[in-house]
């Protein structure tokens, strides 16, 4: 079935709604419901406490950080949509419980799994192995739907328009998630820490056998596009109780420190979170998190996890730890990055990835593709070039395939 098939198949086909569905004759989707231990580790707490460390603090003073619309005003810890949700595992049709699990992780400000069902499929299809599509903090099914709602989040961005007449980048589409992190960047962080912990959470789960189509023996690799790659890094890195220490990690226009990016785009953040965001966590995060006691516990060495995506922040700090963490891990990481992609461009992930002096032998892969395409859509679903599209798609995902086999 060509790419362009598949996809309109599995959009119509895949939802949450049942437990287990069969969309293609070789396919099973098993629906299920995850309730997050870590929630309350996010802002909106009166006090905080790391049961690891027996730390407790009291929730920094946050009257400041309020944007003008109250339906994103929300308490982040008691949204019940992020601490509660559904999420897919594609597996084989008919198979045995699986022994080898891929974690599908998406990029940023992501509303639906639409795009990479074709991916999740293919992966699946190509190594055999189950594919389990995971969805982070405020992403997905786990923000509010108004959110997502075109008229209400159009009459936001008609208002931050007015509020930033030479704004860059800015939709109806990025506005809630653009304006949420323009008032508390911290959520960026936060959204990444509780998103690690979620996922030790589901490995942790499926290790006591709540999941009947995963053994409980299962392995974890890791094939992650965009900002997802932040996530896989941290994880795979920081390899909590061994869990990950033989973990593959494939990188789709992934791979770069934050610091990298360029990220201004109308389906991302616009141009004043950017600034915001960049001033937060290159010029002022050592600031912040001495004032900030909760958020600079979890960002030390106290944490791993934390110091670990600390040093996938600011190229420039950390520079020396972060590279020997590639570099023990280099012969199981594999990057593909697109030549006409500037969210993420193929040069920072080279620079991350192999290093300053270009000494870590990490394989990257730099692509092209004979047709116009975007970071956010490198598969565009157009007639005219639906030949090229579908021999882009197969090649990729052939070479990040055989990676994870």
Same mark, same amino acid.
């Given at each position: ?7 309109? =198949? ?30 309350? /580790? ?7 406490? $790391?049961?690891?460390? #027996? ?46 699990? /891929? ?62 007449? #030479? /704004? ?17 960047? !911290? ?10 912990? *979620? ?21 974890? *690799? ?12 941290? =994880? ?14 494939? =990188?789709? $226009? ?10 201004? $785009? ?57 590279? !020997? ?39 990257? *892969?730099? #692509? ?38």
């Amino acid at each position: 079935m060509k790419y362009s098939e598949l996809y309109k =198949l599995l959009k119509k086909s895949v939802h949450y709604d049942d437990d287990k569905l069969t969309p293609i004759d070789t396919l099973d989707v098993y629906n299920y419901t995850f309730h997050s231990n870590s929630y309350h /580790i996010i802002p909106g707490e009166d006090e905080y406490r $790391c049961s690891v460390h #027996d730390f407790s603090v009291k929730a920094p003073d946050e009257n400041s950080w309020k944007s003008d619309y109250t339906i994103l005003d929300v308490v982040d810890s008691h949204v019940k949509e992020n601490a509660e949700f559904r999420f897919h595992i594609f597996t084989p049709k008919d198979s045995k419980p699986a022994r080898d699990v /891929i974690l599908l992780l998406h990029g940023f400000n992501e509303k639906n799994w639409i795009k990479y069902y074709p991916w999740a499929y293919n992966l699946m299809m190509a190594t055999g192995k189950t594919v389990v599509l995971f969805p982070m903090t405020f992403h997905m099914n786990r923000a509010l739907p108004e959110w997502s709602n075109p008229r209400l989040m159009t009459e936001l961005y008609n208002a931050r328009k007015q509020e930033f007449p #030479d /704004i860059i980048g800015s939709s109806f589409v990025n506005v809630a998630i653009s304006t949420r992190i323009n008032v508390k960047p !911290q959520r960026f962080i936060w959204s990444g820490m509780l998103t690690y912990y *979620d996922v030790i959470q589901f490995v942790e789960e499926v290790k006591q056998g709540k999941y009947a189509c995963i053994a409980s023996d299962a392995r974890f *690799d890791f094939f992650a596009y965009s900002i997802g790659g932040l996530l896989a890094q941290t =994880l795979m890195l920081t390899n909590k109780n061994d869990y990950f220490h033989d973990s593959k990690m494939a =990188l789709f $226009c992934s791979g770069s420190v934050f610091s990298r990016l360029t990220p201004v $785009c109308k389906v991302i953040m616009d141009s004043e979170t950017e600034q915001m965001l960049y001033r937060y966590i290159i010029g002022y995060l050592d600031t912040f998190r001495a004032k900030d006691h909760w958020l600079g516990h979890f960002l030390s060495e106290q944490h791993p996890e934390g110091y670990n995506f600390l040093s996938l922040l600011n190229y420039n700090k950390l520079m020396d730890y972060r590279e !020997q963490l590639f570099a023990k891990a280099h012969d199981r990481i594999y990057a593909i990055a697109l030549k006409q992609d500037y969210i993420i461009p193929y040069y920072e992930v080279i620079n991350t990835l192999q290093g300053r002096m270009r000494d870590i032998p990490v394989k990257v *892969d730099v #692509d092209d593709f004979p047709y116009p395409y975007k970071h956010e859509d490198p598969f565009p679903l157009k007639e005219s070039i639906c030949d090229a599209v579908e021999l882009a798609f197969q090649t990729t995902f052939k070479k990040l395939s055989d990676f994870l086999k």
